[in-house]
């Protein structure tokens, strides 16, 4: 199931609109503290699935029968774009336990390039919630990797795949690829283009790059 978050009229088209905006995209602190800000956006909107359980906690006046999360979930980020977003969800989920997956395009001489992994951190994932996130997702290659990657860390017993914005291609992609009885996939926006280099058009650039700085 895909679940779309933009264009619903709320605070999330604001935030997603200055992200996209090459003048605001100058200011690297805000550019980051925009995809921290949809970060918490999407863990609030995702708390929605999850399970809860009854808790009786004391105030000053009394007792109060209250709700709390019947288990925190894993958070998974892809390095070094979805540092921000990743931090943005767990502001909300402040306990989770978290994972990190570095993947990067190594390029060809004959413009192809290979999705290579060098370091995964996780925990055991065994029945757990994973939340996997990854600010854009164009060919749908690197997530897919990540997340067959953490499998070798145990089966969760659902998976959130989140990414600000996604080409059709992308989405396609994972959706071809995942099993759609315990996943989940969920989107700021989606864009129609998808360049012959896989970049997302119109998108925003590269996320690692505004928020960190440009690399070699």
Known sequence: ?????????????????????????KDSLRFRKNME?????????????FSFTQKEVTTPLGAAQCLALAQQPV???????GLPFHQGMLNFFDQAQNAFVSAYRKHHKDNTF??????????????????LS?????????????????????????????????????????KKHISSKDTSIWVGAVDDELTAQAYIVPGLGDAGDLAFGSKQ
Request: charged share 20%.
């Open 134 to 174: 990854d600010p854009m997702l164009a060919t749908g290659q690197s997530m897919l990797l990540a997340y067959r990657e953490l499998l070798q860390h145990g089966k969760p017993e659902h998976t959130h795949f989140i990414t600000l914005l996604a080409s059709v291609e992308g989405i396609e992609y994972l």
């Open 75 to 81: 958070l998974a980020t892809i390095l070094r774009a």
């Open 37 to 49: 800000r949809l970060g918490e956006i999407f863990a609030y909107e995702i708390s929605k699935e």
């Open 1 to 25: 199931m895909v679940h779309l978050l933009g264009n619903q009229h709320s605070i999330f088209d604001q935030f997603l609109m200055e992200l996209r905006d090459e003048v605001i995209q």
């Open 114 to 131: 290979t999705i290579n992994i060098e370091y995964l951190s996780s925990p055991d994932l065994t029945g757990r919630i994973l939340i």
